[in-house]
């Protein structure tokens, strides 16, 4: 498990920003479909965290990171709905885990403490979409959200081929 999970803040620290991109290098070439085509530049990468950076700045967005001896071992996301009537929800994204450090519970943790955001936010609803291939699957289920449906041939996995995405979702109390 790691050491602690806190909200990063803009600008990150160059060791952050650093441990970011291992972190979603390791997510891609693992096979995560998180947006992201093989070979992944370094340019994507940097663009990438540039511009959730922004989002983190503007209040629009929370990035957790979960940190193992100083070091970011996982993340997760927060985008919070910025419209009138959807200020009651945020959409979890990229809950990343190191290759190295999955199957502890670190992943249970990071939605657990997304959870805490969201509720210190006033957000109620909660709503996700993950690869049906993908390793989350039987951990949203476990931590409470239910599953609306697939759409097919929604994304490519990084190395080209077409998969379905599912749509899930959990009320907070």
């Given at each position: 498990?790691?050491?602690?999970?806190?909200?990063l803040?803009?600008?990150?620290?160059?060791?952050?920003?650093?441990?970011?991109?291992a972190?979603?290098?390791?997510a891609?070439?693992?096979?995560?479909?998180?947006?992201?085509?093989?070979?992944?530049?370094?340019?994507?990468?940097?663009?990438?965290?540039?511009?959730?950076?922004?989002?983190?700045?503007?209040?629009?967005?929370?990035?957790?990171?979960a940190?193992?001896?100083?070091?970011?071992?996982?993340?997760?996301?927060?985008?919070?709905?910025?419209?009138?009537?959807?200020?009651?929800?945020?959409?979890?994204?990229?809950?990343?885990?190191?290759?190295?450090?999955?199957?502890?519970?670190?992943?249970?943790?990071?939605?657990?403490?997304?959870?805490?955001?969201?509720?210190?936010?006033?957000?109620?609803?909660?709503?996700?979409?993950?690869?049906?291939?993908?390793?989350?699957?039987?951990?949203?289920?476990?931590?409470?959200?239910?599953?609306?449906?697939?759409?097919?041939?929604?994304?490519?996995?990084?190395?080209?081929?077409?998969?379905?995405?599912?749509?899930?979702?959990?009320?907070?109390?």
């Amino acid at each position: 498990m790691a050491e602690e999970i806190v909200a990063l803040s803009a600008p990150p620290a160059a060791a952050d920003l650093a441990g970011l991109g291992a972190l979603l290098r390791d997510a891609v070439e693992g096979g995560a479909s998180v947006g992201f085509m093989l070979p992944l530049a370094e340019t994507d990468v940097s663009a990438f965290w540039a511009g959730i950076f922004t989002d983190v700045a503007a209040g629009t967005r929370v990035l957790l990171v979960a940190r193992d001896a100083g070091l970011i071992v996982g993340s997760v996301q927060l985008g919070l709905a910025t419209r009138a009537n959807s200020l009651h929800r945020c959409e979890l994204q990229k809950l990343l885990v190191l290759r190295s450090h999955r199957g502890r519970g670190l992943g249970t943790a990071l939605m657990a403490v997304a959870e805490d955001f969201a509720r210190l936010r006033h957000r109620t609803l909660i709503v996700l979409d993950t690869s049906a291939t993908g390793h989350a699957l039987n951990l949203y289920a476990r931590c409470g959200y239910t599953r609306v449906g697939a759409i097919p041939r929604y994304a490519r996995d990084p190395d080209g081929p077409f998969i379905d995405t599912v749509v899930y979702f959990k009320e907070l109390t």
